[in-house]
Structures are given as structure tokens and as C-alpha cells.
């Protein structure tokens, strides 16, 4: 296993980014991912907008995961709508 920072920006509104965050996990734990830390950052403006938002609410993971995986949880991750942005970066 290989370990990942990964860090993701929902939408703010409440009931989507609490349907973003339980699909993140369940993909997570479909693929075997060890979550080793997630930290909620908040809502923050972003730079430019995205999705029509100018708004975020960014989440941080540290987990570990086969390298694999991360193509297939990424295809996964760009389908769903709640998800506005997000980016893996191997340690």
C-alpha cells in the first residue's frame, strides 16, 4: 500500500456535502482504502468559481491505497455531482 494526501472540495450546501462525504467513504471502503486522517477544513471562497459556486467546503484525507485503485476511485469521484474538485497527491 501506498500512501496518498488527498484533498476534496464539495459543495456547501449541507445535504450535499453529506452525500459527497458517505460516497467518498463508501468508495473508500469498496476499494480497501485505509483512512488514516480526515480533517474538515471548512467553507472557504474559492479562487475562481467552479460549477457556478464560489464557495467550497474542503476536506483532507491521508489514507493508504494500492495504486490501482486511485484510477478507478478517480473515474468514480468525477461522475458524482456533490464533488466540485478534488486531487490525489502520493507521499
Not at 30 to 38: A, C, D, R, T
Not at 45 to 69: R, S, T, W
Not at 71 to 89: A, D, H, R, Y
Request: with cysteine; glycine share 6%.
Amino acid at each position: 500500500m501506498k500512501g496518498y494526501e488527498f484533498t476534496v472540495i464539495l459543495s456547501v450546501d449541507d445535504e450535499l456535502t453529506d452525500k459527497g462525504l458517505t460516497f467518498i467513504n463508501d468508495e473508500f471502503a469498496k476499494n480497501n482504502v485505509n483512512i488514516i486522517k480526515q480533517e474538515d477544513l471548512g467553507v472557504k471562497l474559492l479562487a475562481y468559481p467552479i460549477k457556478k459556486q464560489d464557495k467550497g467546503h474542503y476536506v483532507y484525507f491521508e489514507i493508504e491505497a494500492e495504486p490501482n485503485c486511485i484510477n478507478s476511485i478517480n473515474n468514480e469521484f468525477l461522475l458524482q455531482g456533490s464533488i466540485l474538485k478534488f486531487l490525489f497527491v502520493s507521499k
